[in-house]
């Protein structure tokens, strides 16, 4: 197949303008390579012809038979022991052995009323259900059973949301995913090329240097029309023979809905296989697609093109009127209405039962019957060179998370806001704290003060950052683009920076105004220790980012995380007090660590006048006492106290990359093929 046929000129532009012109009647931007486009003779000579890196997968023909799908009934709430035993065993069908065939070149439309079962049928297809559902039944790719790996280099699926990163540019979503995605044996010129070729093939090419735009306004980005077709762009960077579409519209005005269904559907006909959820379309959006398939209560009530369904339904007694909108039409049918349970019931039954005596039943049967059988051995010849190098993924990861950091507004300027202000507080609130008694607890106080907001900051930084950013790294974890470790350590360097350069900011403020120990190496020692927490703290804020998984359950978290840490620090309670069974709580606390080794650094050998009459209400004579009545060695400064919040460090950062994993892993268990 030539480039030509894989990305048709018609494609690039539909009815001779860009999409981008459709949608806001803007007149096209004479730049010089759109003025090479509607001379349909833009430049790509340099991507290759990739539909053959498919071979006999190029066309793909996706056939299923009595996919059975079924959900465990109530839970049990957050105690899944509490389920009785005959809630364990029940089950909700929600597919009830649904069969089907999707050929190359085909637009098929998936259409039920709500809760008919659609997302749930396009995700068993997709192999991206919930991994609690049991699936049964049989689902070819060209006549050979679909497996996870020929899902991940076969498929795309655009999913409902479109989740970018929103200080990114448009450009550079796409290169970022053609750079991991189009595999290591792509040359850049190659990837660069094909990113030009989707963002004219999707009218993109006019906001191709426009931010995608973070939620809530913070920066203005991208609409969502251009959102839906960015997602589009990304998986078409594969240029994928069969596209999963989960509601492809939901979100837009129909204006902009009938734009990107037009161009889905131009899309089909470059011999891609494209299967989508969607609501209620207009009547001009249905004639679309070439084919309908309907769901009802769990079963297929009707498949086959969207012409003779108007038929079929004639041939059950339920014609659809004149002048109204089939899809509606199909839809209200087949709704069961509150109320009206029975009475609806009954109607999708005749409906169902009227589709598998039909002549498009017999003719889906024969269909699937006869799907032609494919060379398996083409899959490993796709696979090979499909994955970009670990060094690539880091790369890739580490320039986006630097945009990320260095365009976001907030992000720098706040956090050193936030550091300057504490540390003032800090600094002016011990100002003249002098040698006396009562400047152990000042200086105690203090220096407990300082760790405390080093780790809530850093803590909750991480905590709300991470959080937003982990559905995107699992979207492109699930497409294969990188591991966990590239996904997760980039993010992590670049906080160094930050770590450095925040805590020696803090530190020098509340060193210099602070009247604390004015030698070099108490200024040192406590800048390491300051640093020491800062980086213990961010991959606690890691730790707690990636087992929330939502900035709100992570906030709700991060106090559980750090209260019984910091009670057993050593200010609130001292060493000797703590009970036996808070043993493990103190040693695992950071704060004890950290505010042992401060206060060893301040007092070990300092001078600590009397000032009081008479000379007996002195607690003490000198520094060293201190030490005794906090139970601190001064031997342990180094080691253990800075080497024990390292290794916890590491520990922490160990977790989060598990925990991560956890989140982003897939989850999805192979169909239960079943003999039929
Ligand atoms: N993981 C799950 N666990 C339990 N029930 C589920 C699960 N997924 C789907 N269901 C149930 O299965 C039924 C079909 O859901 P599905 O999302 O497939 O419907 P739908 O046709 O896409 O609906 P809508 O148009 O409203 O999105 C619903 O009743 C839903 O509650």
Not at 63 to 89: F, T
Not at 332 to 353: H, L, N, Q, S, Y
Not at 628 to 641: A, E, Q, R
Request: hydrophobic share 40%; charged share 20%; proline share 5%.
């Amino acid at each position: 197949m030539s480039l030509d046929e894989c990305f048709p000129a018609v494609i690039v532009l539909p009815e001779n303008s860009n999409v981008e012109d459709v949608e806001t009647n803007h007149k096209p931007i004479s730049s010089p390579t759109e003025k090479v486009v509607s001379n349909n003779s833009l430049d790509f000579s340099a991507i290759d012809d990739d539909s053959n890196r498919f071979g006999s997968y190029s066309k793909v023909t996706l056939s299923w038979e009595d996919i059975r799908v079924s959900a465990p009934v109530g839970s049990g709430g957050v105690l899944p022991c509490l389920r009785s035993k005959k809630n364990k065993d029940s089950k909700k069908q929600i597919l009830k052995g649904v069969s089907g065939i999707c050929k190359p070149g085909t637009f098929m439309a998936i259409m039920g009323a709500s809760g008919a079962g659609k997302t749930t049928l396009l995700n068993t297809l997709a192999m991206k259900n919930d991994p609690k559902l049991d699936e049964t039944g049989s689902i070819l790719v060209n006549g050979k059973p679909l497996t996870r790996r020929k899902t991940t280099l076969l498929s795309a699926y655009v999913q409902q949301e479109d989740f970018f990163i929103g200080t990114l540019t448009v450009k550079e979503v796409l290169l970022f995913h053609a750079t991991l995605r189009m595999g290591r044996n792509v040359s850049m010129k190659v990837k660069r090329a094909k990113v030009e070729k989707v963002l004219h093939e999707l009218g993109l090419k006019k906001v191709e240097n426009s931010l995608c735009g973070m939620p809530g306004g913070l920066i203005r980005g991208i609409s969502g029309g251009e959102k839906k077709r960015l997602s589009v762009a990304c998986e078409l960077l594969m240029n994928p023979p069969l596209l999963f579409i989960d509601e492809p519209t939901s979100g837009l005005d129909s204006f902009m809905a009938r734009n990107i269904v037009k161009l889905i559907g131009k899309l089909a006909k470059a011999n891609r296989t494209i299967l989508c959820t969607i609501h209620q379309p207009t009547s001009e959006v249905f004639a679309m697609f070439d084919q309908l398939y309907l769901v009802a209560e769990g079963h297929c009530a009707y498949t086959g093109s969207c012409k003779d369904a108007l038929s079929f339904f004639k041939s059950v007694n339920y014609p659809c009127p004149e002048n109204f909108n089939p899809a509606d039409h199909y839809i209200f049918t087949m709704a069961i209405v509150p109320g009206e349970e029975e009475e609806c019931r009954k109607r999708v039954d005749e409906i169902t039962t009227g589709f598998t005596k039909s002549e498009a039943y017999a003719e889906l049967t024969r269909s699937i019957a006869a799907v032609a059988k494919s060379d398996d051995a083409d899959v490993k010849a796709i696979l090979e060179g499909s994955t970009s190098e670990f060094s690539a993924q880091l790369v890739a990861n580490f320039a986006r998370s630097f945009r990320n950091v260095t365009r976001n507004p907030g992000y720098t300027k706040i956090r050193l806001m936030q550091c300057i202000v504490i540390a003032l507080l800090g600094g002016l609130a011990y100002l003249d704290i002098g040698n006396g008694q009562e400047s152990v607890q000042d200086k105690a106080g203090l220096l407990f003060f300082t760790i405390t907001s080093v780790t809530f900051s850093s803590i909750m930084v991480i905590g709300q950052t991470l959080p937003v950013e982990i559905p995107i790294i699992k979207r492109e974890y699930s497409n294969g683009m990188y591991g966990v470790g590239p996904a997760i350590l980039p993010r992590f360097l670049l906080e160094i920076p930050y770590i450095v350069i925040l805590t020696m900011v803090q530190w020098i403020i509340v060193w210099g105004i602070a009247g604390l120990r004015r030698t070099v190496a108490n200024f040192f020692t406590g800048y390491v220790v300051s640093l020491l927490v800062a980086t213990i703290s961010t991959t606690v804020g890691y730790f707690v980012a990636t087992a929330a998984g939502d900035p709100v359950i992570a906030a709700a978290f991060t106090p559980l995380m750090i209260l019984p840490f910091f009670l057993f620090g050593g200010l609130y309670q001292n060493e000797a007090s703590t009970p036996y069974y808070f043993y493990p709580v103190k040693y695992a606390s950071w704060f004890r660590y950290s505010f042992a080794s401060l206060l060893i650094s301040e007092f070990q050998d300092a001078e600590i006048t009397c000032n009081k009459e008479p000379e007996s209400l002195c607690v003490f004579k000198n520094g060293n006492q201190v030490l005794s009545y906090y139970h601190l060695d001064p031997d342990d400064l180094w080691f253990p106290n800075m080497f024990a919040i390292l290794i916890m460090g590491v520990i922490y950062l160990a977790f989060s990359v598990f925990f991560l994993w956890l989140r982003i892993k897939e989850r999805r268990k192979p169909i239960k093929e079943k003999s039929i």
